[in-house]
């Protein structure tokens, strides 16, 4: 499969000089420019772009596709966008890809801008919709807006998404993995296995694996903790429900799983983002 984000993601090569200095990837921004290039031998470029893959995605819930998206317009570090207004790099974004944008792309620009100018924040791209719902409220969108909605861009396509050779067989995957998704969003708080799912979606464990992270940029396990964390932050916020009945109702084997995710994921514990939001 050709995908577009694969020129920008850390090569082989690239891992393994990282893997041997011991240096994590996501730990790769708290060098400089200089030091990379040295690391890694390459051009000063690329250097900016792992140092940008690095830093964006060092931010809780946001993942490769928009810290490509960032680099796609010209940002290579968090300082660079201290001063931006979200509505206009959005307006940006939307322009040079010719369709209007899923609107939690406008929230995690606020949230990239919000944590330009706050470091220690502990915000997640989510707590910033109510303030982009109002702001779009007040304002509206811009007349030259494009009309076309993302998802019917070409390479959005789930079939396109899949690695297959005849595009019936990429249909047919197409339809399964949407059964798979249909079934994670309703059932996502309760008990569920890739083998599980595999049945529902009528594809080997291994083939749902593979498909499902080639459309959706994480595994089927991934996207359920995803769901089941998010799910964990509003009751968290909203309510003053105890952690332990959370991870039940969020769907987590136990406690200890689940603050080990969920501070994996938001670098505090449930305990900590509740007195903090």
Known sequence: MNDPLNKLSPTQAEKRILRSKRIRFRELYLYTIAEIRSLQNTSRIRAMELYALSEFQSLPSIGIKFAHDLISLGFY???????????????????????????CLE??????????????????????TGERKAYRLKH?????????????????????????????TKEDISKK??????????????????RSLSRIACLS????????????????????????LKKACRLLKQTKQPVNEIVIKCGFEN??????????????????YRITS
């Open 177 to 194: 993995l949407r059964a798979a998704m249909s079934h994670i969003k309703k059932n996502y708080s309760e008990p569920l296995t890739l």
């Open 107 to 128: 929230d995690q620009f606020r949230l990239v801008i919000h944590y330009a100018n706050h470091r220690k924040s502990k915000k997640n791209w989510w707590d910033f």
């Open 77 to 103: 570090s968090l300082d660079e966008l201290k001063k931006k207004k979200p509505e206009k790099l959005i307006h940006q974004l939307e322009k040079q890809i010719g369709a209007w944008a899923d609107p």
């Open 255 to 272: 406690s200890s799983s689940f603050i080990r995710l969920f501070k994996n994921q938001y670098d505090q514990t449930p305990l900590e």
């Open 140 to 168: 509206g969108y811009p007349s030259d807006r494009p009309s076309k909605p993302w998802y019917e861009l070409e390479q959005y396509k789930m079939p396109n998404q899949i690695n297959a050779k005849s595009n019936l």
């Open 205 to 228: 464990p291994f083939h749902l694996q593979r498909s499902f992270k080639a459309a959706y940029e994480k595994s089927p396990l991934q996207y359920i903790t995803q769901l089941r």
